[in-house]
């Protein structure tokens, strides 16, 4: 299976890529990419929580107004 396609469009700064070429570019291009993929779990996993909070918040308001008007 030829993966070069896949990560043609991630590239490594010219300092890594001088004189490097076959498998060290292709390691660089992947290295590159999972770091991507992590990038934008971790950033997914915190937008994700902060819409959670705001959910709960909501909630807690709204729990909070109906014990006020309940005498």
Known sequence: MNTT???DFFLACPMCMSGVSGQGLMAANTAIGVMLVILFAVLASFFAFIIY???RSGRVAAEDAAGEQAP
């Open 53 to 55: 909070l705001v959910k």
């Open 5 to 7: 396609p896949l990560f």
